[in-house]
């Protein structure tokens, strides 16, 4: 079923996704805090012809959305070019499942672009391959330290909540050596949805 305009506004504001976090606002308040943007990169953004929609599916407790989401509502606000919508995965099965990541996983956060139409210009689900590959070896490290973590190849979804808690925290701790290089592949990834879209103008 197709995202319309009439479905996108239901969404929360990226503002209202925030004032309704119960989980994690400090790291991603403070990842917004600690987020340096390259002004060509915003200027991408801000040479659109006109504002873009993006659908956004998020839940708190996802250390991709802590890292990425923030970034996506920076360039969004220093951009003026890109109006965000975000709806929370677990409740909005019908829209997530329209973007599963490799055709079954529930991944999130997911960046889909639309243009004024609704016709859908790209998508973004998770992170990039670069980042992924970074986060891979972080978490068999952790998991060669910390047995109780489990195996480094079961989803996090599948562990328990407090052990859940306690590895998100000790990724996060750890992906903070990785952050300026994982931001802009993220950065990247995004910029080529949109001049993508530029060229196909």
């Excluded at 801000?46 to 923030?70: M, S, T, Y």
Aim: with cysteine; proline share 4%.
């Amino acid at each position: 079923m197709a995202v319309t305009r009439e479905r996108f506004e239901q969404g929360m504001t990226y503002d209202d996704f925030k004032a309704q976090m119960t989980r994690n606002q400090e790291r991603f308040a403070a990842n917004e805090r600690h987020l340096t943007l390259d002004p060509e990169d915003v200027a991408v953004f801000k040479r659109l012809p006109r504002p873009l929609d993006v659908l956004v599916l998020a839940e708190d407790w996802c250390g991709d959305v802590i890292d990425n989401l923030p970034i996506l509502g920076r360039l969004a606000a220093e951009s003026g070019k890109l109006n965000l919508r975000v709806f929370l995965r677990d409740t909005h099965l019908d829209l997530i499942d329209q973007y599963l990541n490799d055709g079954q996983f529930r991944s999130i956060p997911v960046f889909v672009f639309f243009d004024e139409s609704f016709h859908e210009l790209g998508r973004f689900i998770e992170r990039p391959a670069s980042v992924t590959a970074r986060v891979a070896s972080l978490r068999r490290d952790l998991s060669a330290r910390h047995p109780e973590f489990g195996s480094p190849d079961m989803p996090v979804s599948q562990l328990a909540e407090e052990t859940r808690v306690r590895l998100m925290e000790a990724m996060a701790s750890a992906r903070e050596g990785a952050r300026a290089a994982n931001t802009q592949d993220v950065v990247r990834a995004l910029r080529e949805i949109v001049e993508s879209a530029q060229a196909q103008a």
